[in-house]
Every structure is written in structure tokens, then in C-alpha cells.
């Protein structure tokens, strides 16, 4: 890619590298790199960004999406280079607190710390809420990550859940079936499709081809669980 996305929360935490004088980097909000050129934009709420304090940032074909901790998202457009919409729960969010945005082909994946997931169907521009009443573990979502017809989400206390997209069906995992703990912030895949999932305690991993899972601790090797 041209650009390097860069959130900050420089109002709330004062960053320890002592950068904060870098004319290059945002004092809170969004710096964008341009690797061409090597040079620095920032934007701020001034340039139409929601709010400063930024949790994620999520990249599709034409958007920028900018989660914020407490309120809400702004979309960007790569084309025009401008802020061009925001959401937040006085529209369609149920929640400003947004943990993690994953884009996933012509869809975009919204985390919230207190109410679920927000799925954003772009073409015929329609969403759709799920919580724990539809088959979500838990309404408080760390991370969002999509395999193939399968999305995963993390969640802060209550494991991980499996939604297919073609049937609508949702699967639980917890540390009682297979996970190192239930407190779980980060999903990555690896080249051969094996989802790495990071724990409090550990790393459980899991081979979608057999359906069996590992669990990687710190007696196996990690410098700390």
C-alpha cells in the first residue's frame, strides 16, 4: 500500500518514547505516512474525524474506517481524501466504544466493548446487529478475524465464537472445550489456514482441516503466558 495508517490516543496517553515533539506525529488522532514521498498528514477533528482518541483502523478498496473509544467511526475515502461519514449511536451504532474493525470483501465488521457486533453489507448498504441473544459468547468483542465463509470473534471474558455467513450459524469455544483462557485479545492466521489465538494464558490453535486444536503455554516455551 501508498499509505501507513498510524491512531493515536496522545490525550489520554502520554507516549513514554518521547515523540510527543515530532512535528511528524499526531498529538491524538490519525497520521497517515506516504511511503512514495515520505512524508506525514495528520488529521484531527478539525478534518472531520469523530473524535481523537483512536481504538482501530481498517482498510478496504475505497475506505479508511477509524474506530474510536468512545465515539464512534469515521469513514474516509481514498479517492477524494476526505472524511466523508460518521456513525455513531444518535444513527445506526448500538455503541460508541468500537474495540476493532475488520473489512471482509464487500462487507465491514464493527466490535463493540458493550454491545455486540455491527455488520456493514456495503453494496446494498444495509446492517445487520448481533449480540449474545443471536449467538454472540459475549456483547464485549476484542478482535475480529475472517476466514473464508467464517468470521471469529475474540471476546474479553467469555472465549471465542465461529459465525458462518452461509447457514448463520454460530459455534462457541471456551477454556472448559479448548482455549488456553476465556479472556482472548487477538485471532491471526497463519499461510497453511490454522487460526493462532492469543490468551491471557496462552495460545490455543486450532487446524480447520482436522478440526483439532493445540494449546501453546508458557511451560512450552512463551516468555510469559
Keep these: 500500500p501508498d499509505y501507513v495508517w498510524v491512531g493515536t490516543d496522545r490525550e489520554i496517553n502520554p ?4 515523540w510527543d515533539e515530532d512535528p511528524r506525529f499526531s498529538k491524538g488522532g490519525v497520521s497517515r505516512y506516504h511511503r512514495d514521498t515520505d512524508s506525514w498528514n495528520n488529521y484531527t477533528k478539525s478534518d472531520g474525524l469523530i473524535d481523537s482518541e483512536i481504538a482501530t483502523i481498517a482498510v478496504d478498496d475505497d475506505s479508511v ?14 479517492v ?50 448481533y449480540t449474545q441473544a443471536d449467538g454472540l459468547s459475549s456483547n464485549h468483542v476484542s478482535w475480529i478475524t ?11 471474558e ?11 450459524e ?12 476465556n479472556d482472548v485479545r487477538a485471532i491471526t492466521r497463519d499461510t497453511d489456514g490454522n487460526l493462532w489465538i492469543a490468551t491471557v494464558a496462552g495460545i490455543s490453535v486450532y487446524a480447520p482441516e482436522t478440526r483439532s486444536w493445540e494449546i501453546i503455554a508458557k511451560e512450552d516455551g512463551l516468555p510469559t503466558p
Excluded at 475472517?146 to 474479553?156: E, H, P, S
Excluded at 454460530?170 to 483462557?181: M, N
Design 15 to 18: 507516549d513514554p518514547h518521547g
Design 65 to 78: 474506517w477509524f474506530g474510536t473509544q468512545k465515539e464512534g467511526v469515521s469513514q474516509y475515502n481514498q
Design 80 to 129: 477524494d481524501q476526505t472524511f466523508i461519514k460518521t456513525y455513531t449511536k444518535t444513527d445506526l451504532l448500538k455503541s460508541n466504544m468500537i474495540t476493532c474493525i475488520r473489512t471482509d470483501g464487500f462487507q465491514v465488521w464493527f466490535g463493540t466493548a458493550n454491545a455486540g457486533v455491527h455488520r456493514f453489507i456495503k453494496p446494498v448498504n444495509t446492517w445487520v446487529h
Design 170 to 181: 454460530w459455534t462457541i469455544y471456551k477454556q472448559a472445550d479448548f482455549l488456553a483462557d
Design 158 to 168: 467469555d472465549g471465542v465464537s465461529r459465525f458462518d455467513k452461509v447457514t448463520g
Design 146 to 156: 475472517t476466514q473464508g465463509n467464517d468470521v471469529w470473534f475474540a471476546t474479553k
